[in-house]
């Protein structure tokens, strides 16, 4: 399964130690380098480290999308990271796009892509028996990572995790 990620999934996961969680998920991540230079500029002195191994280690692998017409359309819309990662999905043929922008994940679904998140991937975790409860790794975003959810969604979120 080939999966490229735009800079907020990884980044918040690292935020709350939870950076496993991805690899657990996917095998690898292809992140295009846009992305790269956002995570090496990570505030968080252990998230960045574990990104920086992460890259070394090759699970997260760095690609360049090319300039085409198609970044270059992405880019009246979107911020770089963001159109640099689905115009990599584009040339990859990826299956799934990482992304939690809402501009950024519609623009990707309406691309075709199947499209996930930092909160899709918690979900996957609780239901694979990764972690035991999304509620506290909700609080951690919000602290350590300034995530922001709606109260809505967060409330849709831990009714489909069950708790």
């Known amino acids: ?38 995570l090496a500029a990570h505030p968080d002195l252990r998230a960045r480290s574990a990104i920086q191994t992460a890259i070394r280690d090759r699970w997260i692998q760095v690609s360049t999308p090319g300039d085409s017409g198609l970044l ?18 584009t040339v990859l043929k990826a299956d799934i796009v990482l992304m939690d922008e809402l501009e950024g994940r519609q ?13 899709g991937v918690l979900m996957q975790a609780k239901r694979a028996g990764n972690i035991p409860s999304i509620r506290p790794e909700i609080g951690m975003l919000r602290s350590k990572a300034r995530f922001f959810i709606s109260p809505v969604l967060e409330a849709k979120i831990i009714a489909a995790a069950n708790e």
């Open 72 to 89: 270059r359309l992405l880019l009246l819309e979107l911020h770089l990271g963001e159109a640099e990662a689905i115009a990599l999905a």
């Open 1 to 38: 399964m080939l999966v490229v990620s735009n800079t907020s999934p990884i980044s918040n996961l690292a935020a709350i130690g939870r950076l496993e969680l991805l690899r657990s998920q996917f095998s690898k991540l292809r992140i295009p380098d846009a992305v790269r230079a956002e």
């Open 107 to 119: 623009l990707a679904s309406r691309t075709g892509f199947v499209v996930t998140g930092t909160l």
